[in-house]
């Protein structure tokens, strides 16, 4: 019904830059939210950033100042870039979003998940 491709991970030095990138595709009629969790090993799964069809925007603690969430409407696409990561940061990353399949159908997604391993 819904899909999520997600892309980005990767290996990356202490201090260094991603950008992660979700496109959703199939039944979508409309967006309510879309976002990024995130589970390290041994942790439970915590959000990170969503953004709403509005534009507003949510961020954990511990990202704020260095991760930036945004959206392409056009392309049902959201991005997370990710800046000053550091080891803490390395989890694995799944894309979610809130979305209308048709006008009366709501339902929740998510997607397989990205690596970003944070590592001299």
């Known amino acids: 019904q819904v899909q999520l491709l997600e892309s980005g991970g990767g290996l990356v030095q202490p201090g260094g830059s991603l950008r992660l990138s979700c496109v959703a595709s199939g039944s979508i009629f409309s967006i309510d939210a879309m976002g990024w969790y995130r589970q390290a090993p041994g942790k439970q799964r915590d959000l990170v950033a969503q953004?709403?069809?509005?534009?507003?925007?949510n961020y954990a603690d511990s990202v704020k100042g260095r991760f930036t969430i945004s959206r392409d409407d056009a392309k049902n696409t959201v991005y997370l870039q990710m800046n000053s990561l550091g080891p803490e940061d390395t989890a694995v990353y799944s894309c979610n979003v809130a979305v209308y399949s048709d006008s009366v159908t709501f339902g929740v997604y998510w997607g397989q998940g990205t690596q970003v391993t944070v590592a001299s």
């Open positions: 953004i709403t069809s509005g534009g507003s925007t």
